[in-house]
């Protein structure tokens, strides 16, 4: 977030993730599950740890569900703020309910730092300033990039990432040209005008 407005949108975040109902995923009015194992439980709190002692500021969670969800392999939703660029915690994706909030001064610093990853799969850029927004298009080293919230995702939409995210792309006519061999033929014969006439 953009150091002019971390505080407000971090207080916004807060309070969004405070009205999340956690629970019971076969109920349709919950927003947060538990996770898929009790390995992958650990894993995410592990996680959790490691963000601590690597000097982030835990803003909300940071551990396990307690309660009616004590039993489950319920993790509570987490935030993170402060986060460091280069800890672990930003530059790899949890797979599990915790967000990292890091702050930037400027474009090209916000730009540097998110193309600074061995993955591209997505980014997300939010911002009312159409010339920001395209500088950020441009600029972002991604597969697909969402912008100002979250769009349809259409199966005509070809999608994949850089980098490690993959190569290539599945979905839409790109992805109908991954399944496809094409043969160039370079015909090096030498044409005469009557070969020119026929044709």
Do not use: C
């Not at 150091?3 to 916004?12: F, S």
């Not at 927003?31 to 709190?45: N, S």
């Not at 995210?165 to 005469?192: C, I, K, N, W």
Request: proline share 6%; no cysteine; glycine share 12%.
């Amino acid at each position: 977030m953009h150091e002019d407005v971390y505080d407000e949108l971090v207080e916004r975040v807060l309070a969004r993730l405070a009205a999340l109902p956690v629970g019971d995923p076969l109920d349709p009015a919950t927003f947060v599950g538990p996770v898929v194992t009790e390995a992958a439980m650990e894993r995410i709190l592990g996680v959790i740890d490691r963000a601590a002692s690597d000097g982030a500021t835990l803003l909300a969670g940071g551990g396990r569900m307690g309660g009616d969800l004590a039993n489950g392999w319920f993790v509570a939703p987490t935030v993170f703020g402060d986060v460091d660029h280069d800890s672990d915690l930003a530059r790899n994706e949890v797979f599990g309910p915790v967000q990292a909030i890091l702050r930037f001064a400027s474009d090209a610093e916000v730009l540097a730092k998110a193309n600074d990853s061995p993955y591209g799969l997505a980014a997300y850029v939010h911002t009312a300033d159409p010339d920001r927004l395209a500088r950020f298009v441009d600029g972002l080293e991604a597969g697909v990039i969402m912008t100002n919230g979250l769009g349809d995702l259409s199966p005509a939409t070809p999608f994949g990432g850089f980098r490690q995210s993959g190569f290539g792309r599945e979905g839409g006519r790109a992805g109908y040209e991954e399944m496809v061999q094409r043969t160039t033929v370079l015909d090096a014969a030498p044409r005469t005008t009557a070969d020119e006439g026929a044709t």
